[in-house]
């Protein structure tokens, strides 16, 4: 096991997320750092919004799978 240290590793700028949408299911990867609302490609809900910077997932209509890289 690593030690916890408070200082931690730079991460990536940027990585990818596997989201689920809650309103029909599809999967799909979306950019952390979209500055643009990411939309679910089947039902269109909104699965993300921007934050300057950095995509928060909107909770109510997308569930995060998984975090890529
Ligand atoms: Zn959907």
Known sequence: MVKKRKILIPEPKSRFIRVRCKKCGNEQVIFDHAT??????????????PTGGKAQIIEENAEVLKILG
């Open 36 to 49: 643009i609302p990411v939309k679910c490609l089947v039902c269109g809900a909104q699965l993300t919004k």
